[in-house]
């Protein structure tokens, strides 16, 4: 073989090569982009999920709630862990009822609302609002559920 001859065959074989390459770098390149875009999907999924799983509990609560449920405190304190430990360094002499009054204006419950759900007078609910203002000295010019909201985000 000539010198030309072995000179051109090693272009051509350099050349096999860089295609190669260029090829394996394509297709790794691909299956990367396929596989990060497939994680992607399976995050938007679970965040979807998560999102309609606090839903769902937040629409059970209430319906715990408005049927006076035994379970609705329990239920209530796994959706806000930390609603008791904050009203309770407001007030560490607050009784469980005090604590369910709280978490009903926390949910945004008119008095008359709480009423019905409770059967109690409407006065009586005025009443133990006024009480509960006194205990965890929330101002007269505040809304006690505003008050209550802004308090637990602290």
């Known amino acids: 073989m000539s010198l030309k ?9 350099n050349k096999i090569y860089y295609i ?18 497939s ?3 399976n995050t938007e999924k679970a965040d979807a999920l998560i999102e309609k799983s606090k839903h769902q509990t937040f629409d059970e609560i ?6 006076n449920s035994p379970e609705f405190w329990a239920h209530f304190q796994e959706q806000y862990p930390e609603f008791r430990k904050k ?3 407001l007030n560490a002499n607050l009784k469980v009822s005090e604590l369910i009054f709280c978490a009903y ?3 945004g419950f008119t008095t008359k609302d709480i009423a019905k759900y409770t059967f109690k007078a409407v006065q009586t609910i005025k009443n133990n609002k006024n009480n509960l203002r006194k ?7 505040d809304d006690t559920t505003l008050w209550l909201r802004k ?3 602290e």
């Open 5 to 13: 001859q072995n000179k051109k065959n090693y272009r051509e074989k």
């Open 20 to 37: 190669a390459i260029g090829g394996l770098t394509v297709a790794v390149s691909l299956i990367y982009y396929l596989l990060l875009a």
């Open 39 to 41: 994680n992607d999907g």
């Open 62 to 67: 209430i319906r715990l709630a408005k049927n």
């Open 87 to 89: 009203i309770l360094e």
């Open 105 to 107: 204006i926390f949910l």
């Open 135 to 141: 205990r965890l000295n929330i101002p007269a010019q």
């Open 151 to 153: 308090k637990l985000e």
